[in-house]
């Protein structure tokens, strides 16, 4: 593994999509690390990313990650939590990664809406703008709605305003009613 102390949570995070990548499992990296592609940087000590994988693939996927060295604990969520299941990936030195086994509500096609972004000589793939926000609003938590208010008004392009609401409204009302009022906010140079 890449991480030698604490902090290092990023570094963990790479070795992790080495074997994402040799399992065949789409990922991308959501949370406080999207956010700082999408404009603000925010400190955080773990990282958080959603996998394309059916919640029943996920115990087998943690024996791969185990046998790779990293601790792991499986949460699985009721019919009522939003996230199906959550593989939390540690180390030694307490770096934590958090990856998500699916979300109620998201759209299947956020993978292919993702982007690719270079990080310490690898290609780390980045949940786009419209999902980032979309799923921020979701969530709903006041640093969530934080989150989906920077990324909005840092935005270094145009959005697709028309996209980011149908993305919210399949999360339900509370989530399209939350983007209307991040899309409130003032834009980046307004």
Request: net charge negative.
């Amino acid at each position: 593994m890449r991480t030698n102390r604490p902090g290092q949570s990023a570094l963990l995070l790479l070795d992790a999509v080495e074997i994402l990548r040799q399992e065949n499992v789409d990922y991308l990296v959501i949370g406080a690390m999207a956010l700082s592609v999408h404009g603000t940087v925010r400190g955080t000590s773990d990282v958080d990313a959603l996998l394309h994988i059916a919640p029943t693939q996920i115990p087998r996927l943690r024996g791969v990650f185990e046998r790779a060295g990293f601790g792991s604990t499986l949460h699985r969520g009721d019919e009522n939590d939003p996230i199906p299941a959550m593989l939390v990936l540690t180390d030694l030195y307490g770096n934590q990664l958090d990856l998500l086994g699916g979300l109620r509500g998201l759209d299947s096609k956020v993978f292919s809406r993702g982007i690719d972004v270079p990080f310490l000589g690898e290609t780390l793939r980045i949940v786009g703008l419209e999902d980032f926000i979309a799923m921020k609003c979701f969530a709903g938590g006041p640093q969530d709605m934080l989150d989906a208010r920077s990324a909005y008004v840092s935005a270094r392009g145009p959005l697709d305003l028309d996209l980011l609401r149908t993305v919210a409204r399949r999360f339900g009302r509370g989530a399209a009613d939350r983007v209307e009022q991040v899309l409130a906010a003032p834009p980046a140079g307004a």
